[in-house]
């Protein structure tokens, strides 16, 4: 049955369903988002003579849920534009409207009896086959739709959304008693590809996957600091991005999501889940009942286990709770010699090998957690899922973690895990041991190209389902690789595509990256078809190679930087002229160099989230690979007849000279960045590769052509020269900006202006690249630019000097 979602009810306005609806909104569908009528008037509404019948009144709930999520950062909207997608009403007065929608989500507050009055209510204007499903986190399904009719039923599950709805990529799906499977089938692929998550189909069992193997290890950590006496910021240290989770570890996460939300979690297990194993671990240790007693819950409360905090002279501090006297205290470094062995060990992966087999404190705190983590997760099969992939799925998207615990456990080794679970005094289910008898000593494998799966009930290696429409870089890397540098790998991605995935760290662009991408054109132009421009790493590419400008401007070698600037410049006129379309795929941070990269390819394919920007300013330098020229480009491209084409100018000139960085693809449009009718975006990030793919096969099938280089670009000389050095000066002397921002300032508005031209001319990209590459060195030879490079290769901010 082939079913199109075209306008949703989201009922319920709070932080969830107002994340909700606007991540809708995101994607293009229409939203009607609802919320109860107010019972009272507020001070302001008297003062105003307003009653409750008055509609504005009525609608004030879900207006301001509405509002504050618009204003929330980081925003859960791709651009302020996509709010026009969604109307608000209230559950009397345009509850009948629900019966215009495709889809209803309700999204109320997690109390049982209140959920299904809204459903009865609901059931009365819904028209039959329409879906209706609840985010809720941990209530029964099967209690939810009892006494509704059999349509209802039929077409009623759960979709557990996690929070924010935007950024967290697990969509649960929870099937009740009588939902149809297409209905399950549909839900599965719409999240996937319209909605951009992971969508995991789950047991009805209390908090499903996420959130029972989640709290499990949240909470098995509560109880391990206690056991072990240690300190916050060491957990937090051990539990942070050394492991591939997130910056904000453990104690900092539950500030963040709030103590009580995770407390209400955990005490849900602990009533629904006697038969756990591990049901005692579920209980809140005494610190944490303290924390709730005390209202402590984190940043919401203005305190939890950190606490900001401003000493005598008004300075910022943040203190942490120390966990036997609690009270609060400056915060301490934590330092363990374990952690130093991994630094060099740049993919997480590899780290876990050695960080159980440590000798001090870290060593047994990792032996500790994994142990019981490994344990539990294989208890859990077939109770919460048949499947094994669908839990490290889950604690991936909806946690933030890079691996899943079976992941860590391959990483690890399936014997060894068994042998530290062993000395740990906690024992595996028995399918481990029964796996290993059959021969198969891992969870997971790749075979030409897929990722395969231990089948428990089968015995036996399955294809994970729904790779199909991937392309796992990962996988295929060792495989199909057709060139590799210390900087790029190239791989046959298939019908006669390349990718070059860059290599080096956090995938700045330096000498062996230009040297990739000069090689891949050069192999795409003679036996393939086209080129994509693209990885999987978490950021796309931070830009140049700061470190090594510094050296070579310290160094005083000129002629090699610019060399360098030129071969960088070369590069990227190369992607813009060469005899194969070329597609450039960002996602994450694609910075100054990582931006040019986009802006001189045939085409961009984006990730919805991707945060685009020329930043070069921030190290007292203007965009040097082709940044610069292309803006001034693409401003004269947009001039209409009749426009003020100088204020066309200055909005291109202020994204570089403000050093704009879009906060989502769709804002990149709106920088100018990206470029509409050419680039496009996908939501998600795993079908990017294989989308950016796709458009360079069309675009080679299409007969595609060298284009010609551009002689034909208008620049407005003195002119816009004149308005930009008057604009600089005036922030000067406003105190807006130093004097050295306003010199890397005038030497933008020189290039963007084409010179000092006494008319406007038509001149050639190369003479632009020129004079581009020259304002650059000239800015390198600068002693306060080197001294923003230095600050920034120190601590990775800019300095104002």
């Not at 997690?110 to 499903?133: A, S």
């Not at 990017?688 to 458009?695: D, L, M, P, V």
């Not at 000239?778 to 990775?796: A, D, N, P, V, Y």
Request: proline fraction near 3%.
């Amino acid at each position: 049955m082939n079913r199109h979602i075209k306008k949703v009810a989201v009922v319920g306005s709070g932080i969830m369903g107002s994340g909700i609806a606007c991540h809708f909104a995101n994607i293009g569908v229409e939203v009607l988002l609802l919320d109860i009528v107010p019972r009272e008037l507020t001070d302001k509404e008297k003062a105003k003579g307003l009653t409750l019948d008055d509609k504005v009144v009525r609608n004030r709930l879900v207006n301001d849920s509405l509002t504050a999520a618009l204003k929330s950062k980081p925003s859960p909207i791709y651009s302020q534009r996509f709010a026009q997608r969604i109307s608000t009403g209230n559950l009397e007065d345009d509850i009948a409207k629900v019966a215009e929608v495709d889809w209803i989500i309700e999204v109320v507050v997690e109390r049982l009896d209140i959920k299904k009055t809204v459903f009865e209510n609901l059931e009365k204007h819904r028209t039959p086959g329409t879906l209706i499903t609840s985010n809720t986190s941990g209530i029964p399904i099967k209690f939810m739709s009892e006494g509704r009719s059999e349509d209802f039923q039929k077409h009623f599950c759960g979709t557990h959304f996690f929070n924010p709805a935007r950024y967290l990529k697990l969509f649960e799906i929870i099937p009740g008693p009588k939902t149809s499977p297409e209905v399950l089938e549909f839900l599965n692929g719409y999240g996937e590809q319209f909605l951009g998550k992971t969508s995991v189909i789950a047991k009805d069992t209390p908090a499903f996957i996420g959130n029972r193997i989640g709290i499990f290890s949240i909470q098995s950590l509560f109880h391990m600091v206690k056991d072990m006496g240690m300190t916050v910021e060491e957990v937090d240290k051990l539990t942070g991005p050394v492991i591939g989770r997130p910056k904000s570890a453990t104690f900092r996460t539950v500030d963040v999501v709030g103590l009580d939300t995770l407390v209400h979690v955990a005490n849900g297990i602990h009533e629904n889940c006697k038969d756990d194993e591990r049901h005692d671990l579920f209980q809140l240790p005494d610190f944490i009942q303290t924390m709730m007693g005390n209202k402590w819950l984190g940043s919401k409360t203005g305190q939890g286990f950190y606490k900001k905090s401003k000493d005598s002279s008004g300075k910022t501090e943040i203190l942490t709770l120390d966990l036997d006297t609690m009270d609060y205290r400056s915060k301490k470094s934590a330092k363990f010699a374990t952690l130093e062995l991994t630094k060099t060990i740049d993919k997480v992966v590899d780290r876990f090998a050695v960080l159980v087999d440590g000798k001090d404190k870290a060593g047994e705190f990792y032996r500790k957690s994994f142990a019981a983590l490994f344990a539990y997760v294989s208890h859990r099969i077939p109770e919460i899922s048949d499947e094994l992939y669908k839990i490290d799925d889950a604690m991936k998207a909806g946690f933030g973690w890079e691996h899943g615990p079976f992941q860590i456990w391959d990483a690890i080794g399936v014997e060894k895990g068994l042998e530290i679970m062993k000395s740990e005094n906690v024992e595996a289910a028995p399918w481990v041991a029964e796996m290993l008898a059959t021969g198969q000593k891992s969870f997971y494998e790749v075979k030409d190209g897929a990722t395969y799966f231990y089948d428990i009930p089968k015995k036996a290696v399955e294809k994970i389902p729904g790779q199909d429409s991937f392309i796992i870089l990962d996988n295929i890397r060792k495989s199909n690789e057709v060139f590799k540098n210390a900087g790029v790998v190239v791989e046959d991605i298939g019908d006669g595509i390349l990718n070059v995935e860059f290599q080096s760290k956090m995938n700045t662009i330096g000498g062996d990256v230009l040297a990739g991408l000069n090689k891949a054109i050069d192999m795409a132009e003679k036996d393939f078809q086209g080129l994509v421009v693209g990885n999987q790493a978490a950021n796309f590419s931070v830009g140049a190679n700061i470190g090594m400008i510094f050296m070579m401007a310290v160094e005083q070698e000129y002629d090699e930087l610019n060399m360098a600037i030129k071969m960088f410049q070369d590069t990227m006129m190369r992607m813009r002229y060469s005899a194969i379309p070329t597609i450039s795929a960002p996602h994450g941070m694609a910075l100054g160099g990582g931006c040019e990269i986009s802006l001189h390819a045939d085409k961009v394919v984006a990730a919805a989230e991707t945060y685009m920007g020329l930043v070069e300013f921030g190290v007292g330098v203007i965009p040097g690979g082709g940044g610069s020229k292309e803006m001034a480009l693409r401003a004269q491209d947009t001039f209409m007849k009749g426009d003020v084409e100088l204020n066309v100018l200055q909005e291109y000139f202020l994204t570089i000279g403000m050093a704009k960085v879009s906060t989502s693809a769709y804002e990149a449009f709106d920088l100018g960045l990206l470029q509409h009718g050419k680039d496009i975006v996908v939501v998600n990030k795993d079908r990017q590769i294989a989308t950016a793919k796709a458009h360079a096969k069309l675009m080679a099938e299409a007969g595609y052509t060298q284009p010609p280089m551009r002689k034909d670009i208008k620049v407005l000389g003195k002119q816009a020269l004149g308005m930009f050095v008057v604009g600089t000066d005036s922030m000067e002397a406003s105190h807006y900006i130093s004097a050295h921002d306003k010199k890397i300032a005038n030497k933008l508005a020189y290039v963007m202006a084409g010179g000092d031209l006494s008319e406007p001319t038509r001149v050639s990209e190369q003479y632009l690249l020129d004079i581009e590459r020259e304002a650059f060195l000239s800015l390198c030879t600068e002693k306060k630019t080197l001294e923003r490079i230095q600050h920034m290769l120190k601590t990775g901010k800019p300095l104002r000097n």
